[in-house]
């Protein structure tokens, strides 16, 4: 049996991979220090959760693979200590992959969109270098993800390591933090408890949203074809919305009025978000599967039994 080591392990990513992949037979090791997440039960014989903090050395683990997901991954997380989420994706990153390096364990790194910033083109494609201000709070996040990037391509170009690297596009569903501020989360919680929907700006910027079984889909996809370094891949689904829209969406499947407040626009907020899928599709013949309906009312339905 595979052992699977998911540093962020009790995060909304990391809850939905790890659920995933004792599903199919894995042992799942989960590290996280609740920095920007809570803990879970998750009572199965082949799961196995350490607390620890990856700023400092990673412990001694037997596994064979290992998803680095640890870090605070929405705004209200990562600027309540921005320094502390550099540190994460600088230091812990280089624990990781120190520790991978002497174990001889492949990894994958799980980063973001926000490493392309606030986009200039339309669509962003993996080559695309950003357009991120560096001296701004926000970027701690950005600009951590993106040094986080180099040192996983730096330690496989100088020890040989079988690397990945993903880039994420907002994604939504179940385990989600009813408090960390995403959208989604956000309308779902104020429309389910009779408040009115806070829109920042004027709406019109536009976000791609991908459900969490697609990603999850996805990230498994890289356990058996981890040999050959492909460079970083996008994760997302091509349905690009503006965040009015989301909120009309949400408004008229909780069948209620369109209530909302603007509130103005957070400094360097990106515009648009859509992401150029067809590296995934072609090397691994992966989409998103999940349509917005569908998953929009999946999370619904798991806000309502847990708020």
């Not at 998803?67 to 990153?93: E, M």
């Not at 926000?138 to 496989?156: F, I, M, P, Q």
């Not at 599709?281 to 619904?300: A, D, M, R, S, Y």
Request: with cysteine; aromatic share 12%.
């Amino acid at each position: 049996m595979k052992k699977i080591l998911i540093t962020g392990g009790m995060g909304f990513i990391g809850t939905n991979l790890t659920n995933k992949l004792l599903s199919l037979g894995y042992h799942v090791i989960s590290i996280d220090n609740f920095f920007s997440s809570k803990r879970k039960i998750i009572n199965h014989n082949n799961f196995t959760f350490i607390e620890h903090d990856i700023i400092n050395k990673i412990p001694t683990i037997d596994c064979d693979f290992i998803f680095h997901i640890a870090c605070p991954a929405s705004p209200i997380q990562y600027l309540k200590d921005t320094l502390y989420t550099l540190d994460v994706n600088y230091i812990g990153t280089k624990n990781v992959l120190d520790f991978a390096k002497n174990k001889k364990i492949p990894i994958l790194f799980s980063s973001t969109s926000e490493i392309y910033g606030d986009p200039l083109i339309p669509v962003q494609h993996e080559e695309y270098f950003g357009n991120v201000y560096p001296p701004s709070e926000r970027s701690s996040y950005d600009e951590g993800k993106r040094v986080a990037e180099t040192l996983v391509y730096n330690y496989h170009i100088k020890y040989d390591m079988p690397v990945q690297i993903t880039r994420h596009f907002n994604t939504y569903g179940p385990y989600m933090d009813s408090e960390d501020g995403r959208v989604i989360s956000n309308f779902i919680i104020q429309g389910l408890t009779n408040k009115k929907m806070t829109i920042y700006g004027d709406g019109s910027q536009t976000r791609s949203f991908c459900y969490i079984d697609d990603c999850v889909n996805a990230l498994i996809k890289f356990l058996e074809n981890y040999k050959i370094y492909h460079g970083p891949i996008n994760i997302g689904h091509v349905n690009e919305m503006q965040i009015i829209e989301i909120a009309d969406f949400i408004s008229d499947t909780l069948k209620i009025d369109k209530n909302y407040i603007f509130q103005e626009l957070p400094n360097n907020d990106p515009k648009i978000r859509k992401p150029d899928i067809s590296k995934i599709n072609k090397i691994f013949n992966w989409k998103p599967k999940i349509n917005l309906k569908e998953g929009i009312v999946n999370t619904i339905n798991y806000f309502r039994e847990t708020i």
